[in-house]
């Protein structure tokens, strides 16, 4: 029973009615998995109702990168239901880097453009399970293990990704010494501007002249 309560824990709760609209004023809700609960008599279309997907994210960055996240905090009718969505948009050679989400598994179509995914499993094998999309392609991430996408095409890409929490959490991983990483590190650095490289010095510094 204890284990049984342990591994339950570990993923959002199963909501007990109906909705649990999530809003910021306490007064006559109820406070449930770190949100307030509006009044279920009160729910209406638009906590369940978000307008903007079809927007480009602005990838002017150095990463070449943009993140649309749509959680709770957009749709306040996730809260309990346990889902949440992100667009992420990048620039020709723009890359997510290897982050990981501690709460959920997330499911990643491509909407638009060439990725170079991946992830790596965990201790000891660090074995890294890459694969390139094409359009309408889709890849999964596991809960909790590090992944990344890297847009090898010589236009813009667009994925559209599914995560198994409506609070997933991210950890982006700020230096990655892990020989199975030395591929992707590789494809990093080929067909990078030079600005970009700049900010792969973090990496190679890792290596001790391998790369």
Not at 16 to 36: M, S, W, Y
Not at 182 to 191: A, N, Q
Request: proline fraction near 7%; include cysteine; charge should be neutral.
């Amino acid at each position: 029973m204890a284990l049984a309560s342990s591994l339950a824990s570990a993923y959002d709760p199963s909501p007990l009615q109906d909705t649990c609209v999530a809003i910021d004023e306490p007064k006559h809700a109820v406070f449930v998995n770190g949100r307030f609960c509006k009044n279920p008599n009160q729910t209406e279309a638009e906590d369940f109702f978000f307008q903007g997907l079809n927007i480009p994210g602005n990838t002017s960055n150095l990463l070449g990168f943009n993140v649309t996240t749509i959680n709770v905090d957009q749709i306040p009718g996730l809260n309990t239901v346990g889902i949440s969505l992100v667009r992420i948009d990048y620039a020709p050679h723009g890359q997510n880097p290897p982050h990981t989400h501690p709460r959920a598994t997330e499911i990643l179509t491509v909407v638009e453009g060439t990725l170079y995914v991946g992830f790596v499993t965990s201790n000891p094998e660090n074995r890294l399970i890459s694969k390139t999309l094409h359009k309408s392609d889709v890849y999964v991430f596991p809960i909790g293990l590090i992944h990344f996408q890297f847009n090898v095409g010589k236009t813009d890409a667009v994925a559209i990704a599914a995560l198994s929490s409506q609070n997933p959490g991210v950890i982006t991983i700020a230096k990655l010494c892990l020989d199975p990483i030395r591929p992707l590190i590789l494809i990093f650095l080929r067909g990078l501007s030079s600005w970009r490289r700049r900010w792969l010095n973090t990496f190679k510094s890792c290596y001790s002249g391998k790369i």
